[in-house]
C-alpha cells in the first residue's frame, strides 16, 4: 500500500507519464516512508471531455493539462506528513514535466490495514503505515 489511481489527458508521452508515477512515488517513499517496493500505480488515460474541472476554484486557475491523483493508504499519518506529501508530489510533477502545480488534485482516502489484500485472498501484515 499505497494504491495510486492516476487519471491524465490522452495524447500524454509515455515518458511524460513515467515522470508522473515516478514524482508520486517518490513522494511517498519521502514523505510518508514507503518501501521503494511498494509500487501499486493504476494510470487511467481519460478523454479531455471527460475530465470535468473548473477553469478556477479557491483562487487556482486551472487548464486543460489538468490531473487527477487519488491515493488510497492506511491510516496513521499526521497533517504535516500530509501537507508535506500533496506539496512534494506537486514539486516534483512541475519540474518533471510541463504539467502546472495548478493542475494536480490531489486527494487521499486513508483506511485501516486490515482492508488490504496484496495477493493469495489475505490479509498481510506490514510493518509501515
Do not use: C
Amino acid at each position: 500500500m499505497p494504491l495510486v489511481r492516476i487519471s491524465i489527458p490522452k495524447g500524454l508521452s509515455a515518458d511524460i507519464k513515467s515522470n508522473i508515477s515516478k514524482s508520486v512515488h517518490s513522494a511517498l517513499m519521502q514523505e510518508f516512508h514507503i518501501p521503494a517496493d511498494d509500487y501499486f500505480h493504476v494510470i487511467e488515460e481519460i478523454n479531455k471531455e471527460n475530465l470535468i474541472y473548473p477553469e478556477s476554484y479557491l483562487g487556482i486557475d486551472h487548464t486543460s493539462s489538468m490531473i487527477f491523483v487519488q491515493i488510497t493508504a492506511a491510516q496513521g499519518r499526521t497533517f504535516e506528513q500530509k501537507k508535506a506529501l500533496y506539496l512534494q508530489i506537486a514539486l516534483n510533477i512541475s519540474t518533471s514535466t510541463a504539467i502546472k502545480k495548478e493542475d494536480i488534485l490531489i486527494v487521499l482516502l486513508e483506511n485501516n490495514r486490515e482492508n488490504w489484500s496484496f495477493g493469495n485472498g489475505e490479509v498481510q501484515h506490514f510493518t509501515h503505515i
